[in-house]
C-alpha cells in the first residue's frame, strides 16, 4: 500500500502540473487517475514496471466488472 500512496504522491505533486491545476483537479489525467486509484485500492496491484493487474479474487473487484459489462449492455446501437 505504500508503493501506491507514493505513486498517488507523485502524480499529484509532479512539479509544473499540481500548480497548474484548477480548483477542479478531476479536469485533468492525473487528477482523475488519481481519484480512480484512491477509490478502487486493494482491487489491483501495480508492479515495479508499472504493469497494472486487477486482483480477481476480490469481490469488490468482480462487482465493478460486472456493473461495466451492464453498463455496455444498454448501449443503442444501429442495425443496417
Known amino acids: 500500500m505504500k508503493t501506491i500512496k507514493t505513486l498517488l504522491d507523485k502524480i499529484i505533486h509532479f512539479k509544473g502540473v499540481s500548480s497548474f491545476f484548477p480548483k477542479n483537479e ?3 489525467p492525473q ?4 481519484k480512480a ?3 478502487n485500492a486493494g482491487t489491483y496491484t501495480i508492479n515495479r514496471d508499472g504493469k497494472v493487474s486487477l486482483d480477481l479474487s476480490n469481490p469488490q473487484t468482480i462487482e465493478k466488472i ?7 449492455g444498454k448501449i443503442k446501437t444501429e442495425r443496417a
Open 26 to 28: 478531476l479536469s485533468y
Open 31 to 34: 487528477g482523475r487517475l488519481a
Open 37 to 39: 486509484l484512491k477509490e
Open 66 to 72: 460486472v456493473e461495466q459489462i451492464n453498463k455496455c
